[in-house]
């Protein structure tokens, strides 16, 4: 069974960047195919795609934020990780990191961390 | 804005059906069979209940069924029961430069 737990800063000042780690539980991020992705839900609202990476390394964004997002993977620690730099209040959000076997098809997800953006 | 509209909310009584919908365009929901949908109980994460359209993963009950038509997909639950009540998102794939989209969420209540 897939488990993913996320980790990071619960506060980041506006401006700043903010940086999470999914650590990967069950199963090498390496093997098989699959999307290792990023969603986000601000409080009381609907949930919003971020990017993902994929199994061999190449990364997908969503063009709102592709130009503040960097997503990447550390398959030594079985880990991936998220960078949204020059943050605003509007970030401030529960952050998910998940696992597309497919495309959409997000089967495992984190249980979410709240990140909060605030001097 | 959501790319994809969903109604705010629906509501049903138990044994009934009901029927969320998810509106898109040519671009994402009408282009492709790469619908997905998602349960959500407060403060939990979601839960992916259909997939590729119409398609149950295993262990999701087959009280849940979607379907689609030109821009539209739709996710019908039969036989509502209380523990049905949670906020239901359906997700499209949009191409290889917008990629994936969610619609805004519908909240459905159990009366």
């Known amino acids: 069974q897939v488990q993913l737990q996320e980790s990071g800063p619960g506060l980041v000042k506006p401006s700043q960047t903010l940086s999470l780690t999914c650590t990967v539980s069950?199963?090498?991020?390496?093997?098989?195919?699959?999307?290792w992705s990023w969603i986000r839900q601000p409080a009381g609202k609907g949930l919003e795609w971020i990017g993902r990476?994929?199994?061999?390394?190449?990364?997908n964004y969503n063009p709102s934020l592709k130009s503040r997002v960097t997503i990447s993977v550390d398959t030594s620690k079985n880990q991936f990780s998220l960078k949204l730099s020059s943050v605003t209040a509007a970030d401030t959000a529960v952050y998910y990191c998940a696992r597309e076997g497919e495309l959409v098809v997000v089967d495992y997800w984190g249980q979410g961390t709240l990140v909060t953006v605030s001097s | 804005q959501s790319a994809l509209t969903q109604p705010a909310s629906v509501s049903g009584s138990p044994g009934q059906s009901i029927t969320i919908s998810c509106t898109g365009t040519s671009s994402d929901v009408g282009s492709y069979n790469l619908v997905s949908w998602y349960q959500q109980h407060p403060g939990k994460a979601p839960k992916l209940m259909i997939y590729e359209v119409s398609k149950r993963p295993s262990g999701v009950s087959n009280r849940f069924s979607g379907s689609k038509s030109g821009n539209t997909a739709s996710l019908t639950i039969s036989g509502l029961q209380a523990e049905d009540e949670a906020d239901y998102y359906c997700c499209s794939y949009a191409g290889s430069s917008t990629f994936e989209v969610f619609g805004g969420g519908t909240k459905l209540t159990v009366l």
């Open positions: 069950g199963g090498s991020i390496s093997s098989g195919s699959y999307y």
């Open positions: 990476i994929y199994t061999s390394g190449s990364t």
